[in-house]
């Protein structure tokens, strides 16, 4: 009855202290791709659409412009599923910023948008699908 009561014991602890914490550092999310922020409640991020103004490579540029990314988070409450859009910025982006502590499913999130690629050329347009950001996603 002992041994059956420690392995019982043994057992929650072991699936008890799953984590629900999902600090992540994505050091690339392509442009429709998703990824998880959180495991439990269950809750994703797409990086679905993005805003590139910054001075091209080899250009001399008056403003430095900026990279803006729109986000979609998606999660489940006891009220059902949920969506949320959220905007990031890296360069002259006024109010919209590159870390955002934002609150979604219960959970409180600090996202910090650290790079968005590949940096503009002056002899081209990059095509959407070419893109990707790094970012780190903290729970608080």
């Not at 805003?51 to 001399?60: K, L, N």
């Not at 990279?67 to 949320?84: F, I, K, P, R, Y």
């Not at 790079?115 to 095509?127: D, F, I, L, Q």
């Amino acid at each position: 009855m002992k041994t059956l009561s420690f392995l019982s014991l043994l057992t929650l602890s072991i699936f008890g202290c799953k984590s629900s914490v999902v600090d992540k550092n994505h050091d690339e999310i392509r442009y429709k791709e998703t990824v998880t922020t959180n495991d439990i409640p269950r809750s994703t991020l797409t990086f679905f659409e993005i805003s590139d103004s910054r001075c091209p490579e080899g250009v001399q540029c008056l403003w430095a412009g900026n990279a803006t990314v729109d986000l979609a988070l998606t999660g489940v409450t006891t009220e059902g599923g949920v969506t949320s859009h959220v905007s990031m910025c890296l360069g002259a982006c006024g109010s919209i910023e590159d870390t955002l502590d934002y609150e979604f499913t219960g959970q409180k999130y600090r996202f910090i948008l650290k790079a968005v690629n590949p940096n503009p050329k002056a002899e081209s347009a990059e095509p959407k699908e070419n893109y990707s950001i790094s970012l780190d996603i903290q729970k608080k």
